[in-house]
Nanobody, 123 residues
Framework: DVQLVESGGGSVQAGGSLRLSCKTS????????MHWYRQVPGKDREGVAA???????TYADSVKGRFTIDSDNAKATFYLQMNDLKPEGTATYYC??????????????????WGKGTQVTVS
């Protein structure tokens, strides 16, 4: 079975940092483009960052310079380091994987697999 399991969410004050992890299993990790999305109630899921197993990241303009996505291919796990968090960053964060080429941020409909989400609250 395919599994994507997020961890690392929590509550933090504005200006603080969190590191999210997404541990994956059940599919060929290196074939897929890995993504982080976030969603607040009543709004569409927003793409935050994406990375291929080759390590080329892309970011939404709203997080450039503050968030970093990286991947540990040996562990089939990818991460989102979030620095200088802002209250508008409060959302449920989801990891996802899709057969996307080139590997870049796309609409959430393009994803094949999803995690269940982890809550991030910035006050």
């Amino acid at each position: 079975d395919v599994q994507l399991v997020e961890s690392g969410g929590g509550s933090v004050q504005a200006g603080g940092s969190l590191r999210l992890s997404c541990k994956t299993s059940g599919y060929t990790y290196t074939r897929y483009c890995m993504h982080w999305y976030r969603q607040v109630p009543g709004k569409d899921r927003e793409g935050v960052a994406a990375i291929s197993s080759g390590g080329r990241p892309t970011y939404a303009d709203s997080v450039k310079g503050r968030f970093t996505i990286d991947s540990d291919n040996a562990k089939a796990t990818f991460y989102l380091q979030m620095n200088d968090l802002k209250p508008e960053g409060t959302a449920t964060y989801y990891c996802a994987a899709g057969l996307i080429a080139p590997c870049t941020i796309v609409h959430s409909h393009g994803m094949d697999y999803w995690g269940k989400g982890t809550q991030v609250t910035v006050s």
